[in-house]
């Protein structure tokens, strides 16, 4: 505690110093993640990590929030609050994966697989655990990738198939030599030490103790010390290494004792008391075992006072003290009563917890349906938006082409007609020609000839030709200007009213761009006539002190 209290001051005097909220969190979780930090006080490292978790949370500083709820999960599962740890873990996961955080998701799936295995929950913690382990491995994470291989490995263990779990555990030492981390390469040998442990081969359990105690001390980790050295002496016990395994239990009491870890103190004392039993020392066996068994009603540690109870009923009933050993086995009772107890409740916050844990990821996974079903509708909207927009835009291009086409073919028949008027007025000004020279010759006839009856034939013939000519022509040509030139007419009577018909055809010549000369000819009119006509169709339209064209003035009817 003292050792931790100095170590978070010196924290603080380095928070005091940055301004950057982040920067304070990434500082608290860089010092937790310290291999001398990894054993302090509970209660000291979960005010820290709940410390980060504040500063993030009101900062809106979204990985040092993931980071601090994983460690707060972490602290709570080391203390055996399993469910805190778990809504940690959940909530973590969640808003790693709603932000594609892949290293943060990894990692709170890893916390939820080493709680279910700690549950017996063992199916469901390897899904958790292997899902954590694809995803450091798409990383490229060798540090997160072993130290997921061994809470696999812990996985197997806790299942007694040993050989699955050497094989992972050797796994995680090679990749943790691979990249030099001591506190990995460390539990891994722990880890190894446990397997052969179990399996009895203690000088080969003792090997990899002796290996994670130098990595122990040259990290300066006094309670992992105390933990690799008791666990060498309880193998030099098992060998009847007697005077060896007093040694090692002596060394480790001292180390607890400095830490003021009373609980492995309690520990420490029992095998003191198994030592010196199996070493045929009963009376100095009584001893440890009666303070083993102060230490753990002191602490309300029922593994110890049951264990300490139980072989002290045993002694007492070799030494035929009966009164005693009914004093023991009432304690050997209760705390048996008292594990029991806390085992059913263990499997009562295991069924409440995958109940809840079930509940959430269902509830999760109806959200995300809502959410998906949701981006389906808006897709699909959009993708229909854009159905209907690219139709429209297609039927708008085919329509506006449609109409250009027309237009063309508009204008072309108009052109076509147009040439067809102009090369029906060259023809009727060359017939026009032709009838007025026959006129001439008429006349010309008429003056020669002796008779009064042939003068007055020849007389009346020329005036009938010319007339019946002239009116065929324009009545002709009035038609045929009419239907390339639609509302010619109209709109000059609309705008002018009081224009004649023979203004009217004059106007209809001029917006053919014919010349006075053409005019001339075509209607039989002197040069004169018709610039009369138009001078006055000028002061007609209203454009006679204007420099308009009187031609381009009509072409714009």
């Known amino acids: 505690m003292a050792q931790g209290i100095v170590k978070t001051d010196s924290l603080d005097s380095v928070l005091s110093t940055l301004k950057n909220p982040k920067d304070k969190v990434d500082a608290i979780m860089k010092f937790l993640e310290m291999p001398e930090n990894q054993y302090m006080e509970d209660a000291i490292a979960i005010n820290l990590a709940n410390r980060a978790y504040q500063i993030s949370q009101q900062t809106n500083y979204v990985v040092g929030k993931i980071n601090s709820m994983i460690k707060l999960g972490n602290f709570f599962y080391k203390r055996s609050e399993y469910k805190k740890a778990m809504e940690f873990a959940q909530n973590?996961?969640?808003?790693?994966?709603?932000?594609?955080?892949?290293?943060?998701?990894?990692?709170?799936?890893?916390?939820?697989?080493?709680?279910?295995n700690e549950l017996g929950d063992f199916d469901r913690s390897s899904q958790y655990l292997f899902q954590s382990l694809k995803i450091f491995d798409k990383l490229n994470d060798i540090d997160g990738i072993s130290r997921t291989i061994a809470d696999i490995g812990n996985n197997f263990c806790s299942q007694q198939d040993y050989k699955k779990a050497l094989e992972y555990f050797n796994k995680s030492l090679a990749l943790a030599k691979q990249i030099n981390s001591f506190s990995s390469i460390k539990r891994a040998y722990n880890n190894l030490a446990v397997v052969y442990g179990d399996l009895q081969q203690y000088d080969t359990a003792n090997i990899y103790l002796t290996k994670a105690l130098g990595i122990s001390r040259n990290l300066g980790d006094k309670f992992?010390?105390?933990?690799?050295?008791?666990?060498?002496?309880?193998?030099q016990m098992n060998t009847g290494k007697f005077d060896e395994a007093l040694l090692s239990f002596q060394q480790s009491l001292d180390l607890f004792t400095e830490l003021n870890n009373r609980l492995h103190m309690a520990k420490c004392y029992t095998n003191f008391g198994f030592c010196y039993y199996l070493a045929g020392d009963v009376d100095k066996s009584i001893s440890y075992f009666k303070t083993a068994l102060h230490e753990g009603q002191k602490g309300s540690y029922y593994r110890i006072i049951n264990s300490a109870s139980g072989i002290l009923n045993t002694i007492c009933i070799q030494k035929k003290d009966t009164t005693e050993a009914y004093k023991y086995i009432l304690l050997e009772k209760s705390s048996g009563d008292s594990l029991f107890a806390a085992q059913k409740q263990k499997q009562s916050e295991k069924l409440d917890l995958q109940y809840i844990f079930e509940k959430k990821e269902f509830e999760r996974k109806l959200a995300q349906q809502a959410k998906n079903i949701l981006m389906l509708i808006i897709i699909?909207?959009?993708?229909?938006?854009?159905?209907?927009?690219?139709?429209?835009?297609s039927r708008y291009r085919l329509k506006s082409k449609f109409i250009l086409l027309e237009k063309e073919k508009l204008e072309s028949e108009l052109d076509i007609k147009d040439r067809e008027l102009t090369v029906n007025l060259i023809s009727l000004i060359k017939k026009n020609e032709m009838i007025s020279s026959l006129s001439d010759t008429l006349v010309q006839l008429e003056h020669k000839s002796s008779g009064m009856d042939s003068k007055e034939v020849i007389s009346r013939l020329s005036q009938e030709l010319r007339s019946s000519t002239d009116d065929k022509m324009l009545n002709e040509f009035s038609t045929r200007f009419q239907e390339v030139h639609a509302g010619f007419y109209e709109k000059l009577m609309n705008n002018y009213p009081d224009l004649t018909q023979n203004e009217l055809k004059v106007c209809a010549f001029l917006r053919l761009n014919m010349s006075t000369k053409d005019i001339s000819e075509l209607t039989g009119q002197q040069l004169a006539s018709i610039n009369m006509a138009r001078y006055r169709l000028r002061k007609k339209l209203g454009i006679t002190n204007s420099e308009t064209n009187l031609v381009t003035f009509l072409s714009q009817v």
Do not use: H, P, R, W
């Open 92 to 116: 973590a996961k969640e808003l790693a994966e709603d932000l594609s955080y892949t290293k943060e998701l990894a990692c709170s799936l890893n916390l939820i697989g080493i709680i279910f």
């Open 224 to 235: 992992g010390q105390g933990i690799n050295i008791m666990n060498i002496g309880y193998g």
């Open 380 to 393: 699909f909207s959009l993708i229909s938006g854009l159905a209907i927009l690219v139709l429209l835009f």
